[in-house]
């Protein structure tokens, strides 16, 4: 694997599991007779990052910064445009189709909305066993088995496999969703937005099922979410995306200690805190999200950034890590 000399480890002794570089997924826009490429929609540019065994990554951003699709790129569910994914040490871009089909085992995915990743026609087990029947695991006996084991691992009743979706809440159906991610036994599970349609009381019951399956089976996690709060009590470094790059990652403390890049801190300053005594004042960001098919000069931030000066819609900032573990993109930082 290629030593990238901004390499953004949390820890260089031990080799991720996970390592991305310079990673870029641009989709193409096409008009005309005919459908010439006229522009690119850039929903990653650029980001490197790693994710060590058995910890959770959180990814943090509005809506189209560009981190579910850096999800479906990791997983090979969508086309790169430059770059590298490294999975535990192999080139996952630069494998055969066999390679990646049992890469594939091991990766796997939790979706927000799980209603709309199942069958509404099929019994629940059977969208549990599709994983086992596409890697030919066991005799339909030894799946069926398996499915009810992963039921039960994820607080259902094993008699549910025979009952359709619509007959399942939200928080059960996500169960079902993470259970159909783990009958596998995956080494690694992009969880993307797997809370943010829960009603608040079910999100920490999900929240806390992950965090006991980490624990269990040792996985890893790349969790996406659009909110600080969320990812806080489930991460152990937390990422931060804006317009398709990543602007700030450091541990779980430090970063919510100490947000260096503004637009981390107006993230977090939006976080409500659960004590009256203590204010916080909430940092309004003027405009919108600029269009990642035109994104601004210099820093993609400065037309919003509170703090910007002269140099900052000139020169792009560098990813650098100012203290130990802790990265930031920002030429004030
Ligand atoms: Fe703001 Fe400039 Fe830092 Fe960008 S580089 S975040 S515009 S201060």
């Known amino acids: ?48 990052f790693d994710i060590r065994p058995g910890e959770t990554l959180g990814l943090v951003g509005e809506s ?71 890697h030919a695991v066991g005799s339909k006996a030894e799946r069926r088995e398996l499915v009810y084991e992963t039921l039960e691992r994820v607080g259902l009743n094993p008699y549910y496999a025979r009952r359709y979706p619509h007959e399942f809440s939200g928080g059960q159906r996500q169960r079902i969703g993470i259970a159909r991610a783990l009958v ?8 993307d937005e ?6 608040v009381s079910i999100q920490s019951q999900v929240l806390n099922l992950l965090r006991d399956l980490q624990r269990d089976m040792g996985l890893t996690y790349l969790f996406i979410a659009h909110n600080l709060s969320v990812v806080e009590h489930i991460s152990d470094r937390v990422g931060v995306m804006y317009l398709g790059k990543l602007v700030e990652l450091a541990g779980r403390h430090e970063f919510y200690d100490n947000p260096r890049h503004p637009y981390s801190q107006a993230l977090m300053s939006a976080i409500p805190i659960p004590d009256p005594t203590v204010r916080r004042e909430r940092i ?50």
């Open 1 to 48: 694997m290629s030593e990238l000399p901004s390499r953004p480890a949390a820890d260089r002794a031990v080799r991720p599991l996970v390592a991305v570089r310079e990673l870029r997924t641009y989709y193409p826009i096409r008009a005309g007779i005919l459908r010439r490429v006229v522009a690119q929609v850039k929903a990653v540019d650029g980001v490197s």
């Open 64 to 134: 189209g910064c560009g981190k579910t699709t850096i999800g479906r790129t990791i997983l090979n569910l969508q086309p790169a445009t430059d770059g590298k994914v490294y999975f535990d040490g192999a080139d996952i871009f630069d494998s055969t189709a066999n390679e990646v089909k049992k890469m594939r085992r091991d990766m796997q995915i939790v979706f927000q909305d799980p209603y709309a990743s199942l069958d509404p026609r099929l019994p629940v087990g059977d969208s549990i066993a599709e994983g086992l029947q596409i």
């Open 184 to 191: 596998l036994k995956p080494r690694f599970i992009v969880a």
């Open 194 to 199: 797997p809370v943010s349609a829960l009603d």
């Open 284 to 333: 309004i960001l003027k405009g919108d999200v600029p269009s990642p098919i035109n994104p601004p000069s210099g820093c993609y931030f400065h037309p919003r950034c509170p703090i910007a000066v002269e140099q900052c819609a000139v020169d792009e900032p560098a990813f650098r890590e100012i203290v130990p573990e802790h990265w930031v993109a920002c030429h004030l930082a």
